[in-house]
């Protein structure tokens, strides 16, 4: 009989990889457009208990490489650290590469570990997440290596007071763009709007 067409997500699809399936399917490719997008963003039991998973590994391996102590350590040696940590507690692997970032460094959104030394006083970003099943965690913790400044714990809180914000504009339905301006107004109130390149995630 005749072959079924093999659905695909063309948005989703480099020309090459499309050209190698295509090959092997004989030609006979059908465009779902984002239909698969839609099914799979409505996660039954198994995969919800995937997500948790891979959220308990990552919070586990932070709470160990914390544990441990940063000061005296590069960024580059605690993001080393991390990625063991996260094996050891049954990441199958990273979810995306770590980011660990001192001082004025933790204000790259996308900082690249290197061989900045951690002192005490510096806040410290760790950006880090795990795939457990296919499924992957994304945690972003600030911590303070010791006592920190005033005009330091001053900004956290003001970052505080905004995460909070946008937590309680969560709900079903809610449009991101109003959890965004929900943290946003704090910031912006506070006088560091122009500092808050970043979306809120």
């Not at 940590?85 to 001082?103: K, R, T």
């Not at 795990?130 to 970052?159: F, H, K, N, Q």
């Amino acid at each position: 009989g005749e072959r079924a067409a093999l659905g695909f997500q063309g948005s989703d699809l480099t020309h090459a990889t499309y050209r190698h399936v295509r090959r092997l399917h004989h030609g006979r490719l059908r465009d779902v457009g984002e239909q698969v997008s839609a099914l799979r963003s409505r996660k039954d039991a198994a995969e919800m208990a995937a997500i948790r998973r891979a959220c308990q590994v990552v919070e586990a391996a932070v709470d160990e490489v914390l544990a441990g102590g940063l000061t005296g350590r590069t960024e580059a040696a605690v993001s080393w650290d991390l990625r063991a940590a996260m094996h050891s507690h049954g990441a199958e692997d990273l979810a995306f590469e770590s980011i660990v970032a001192a001082g004025d460094r933790g204000a790259l959104a996308h900082a690249i570990p290197g061989e900045r030394v951690i002192r005490r006083g510096d806040l410290v970003v760790i950006d880090a997440g795990a795939r457990v099943e296919g499924y992957c965690s994304d945690l972003t913790r600030t911590v303070a290596v010791g006592i920190c400044g005033a005009p330091a714990a001053e900004v956290y809180g003001i970052v505080l007071a905004a995460q909070r914000a946008g937590l309680a504009a969560v709900r079903a339905g809610a449009q991101g763009t109003a959890v965004d301006a929900a943290a946003r107004r704090v910031i912006t109130e506070a006088g560091y709007g122009d500092a808050f390149g970043h979306g809120t995630g």
